[in-house]
């Protein structure tokens, strides 16, 4: 079984920063289990989107258009943690966060692709 557990959300002004953290942990999650990462959000009355996902070497990322230049996503495997350094906030960032992890190498970009999933964590911009 492998746990997620996100941070690291808040409420924060239009143009401000957010690091969100997951740290990971389980039998399964280990640095032999070789699992792709990736951040999610969903806003009330929509359905879950990609944001961001990083391959299990950390040397591959993925962006949606709508965070790219904005948004960073990193991990530490010794650490067992992935993070999403948020820039540039804007309101329409305002959604959970979700981080999952798969053992998939592509599609990352899709919900289905994931095994994992963390409970998430609210951020929310002001305008």
């Known amino acids: 079984q492998v746990q997620l557990v996100e941070s690291g959300g808040g409420l924060v002004q239009a143009g401000g920063s957010l690091r969100l953290s997951c740290a990971t942990s389980?039998?399964?999650?280990?640095?032999?289990?070789?699992?792709?990462m990736g951040w999610f959000r969903q806003a009330p009355g929509k359905e879950r989107e990609f944001v961001a996902a990083?391959?299990?070497?950390?040397?591959?990322?993925y962006y949606a258009d709508s965070v790219k230049g904005r948004f960073t996503i990193s991990r530490d495997n010794a650490k067992n943690t992935v993070s999403l350094q948020m820039n540039s906030l804007k309101p329409e960032d305002t959604a959970v966060y979700y981080c999952?992890?798969?053992?998939?190498?592509?599609?990352?970009?899709?919900?289905?692709?994931?095994?994992?999933w963390g409970q998430g964590t609210q951020v929310t911009v002001s305008s």
């Open positions: 389980g039998r399964t999650f280990s640095r032999y289990s070789r699992y792709a």
């Open positions: 999952a992890a798969t053992k998939g190498e592509s599609y990352l970009y899709t919900v289905s692709q994931y095994d994992y």
């Open positions: 990083i391959s299990w070497s950390g040397g591959i990322t």
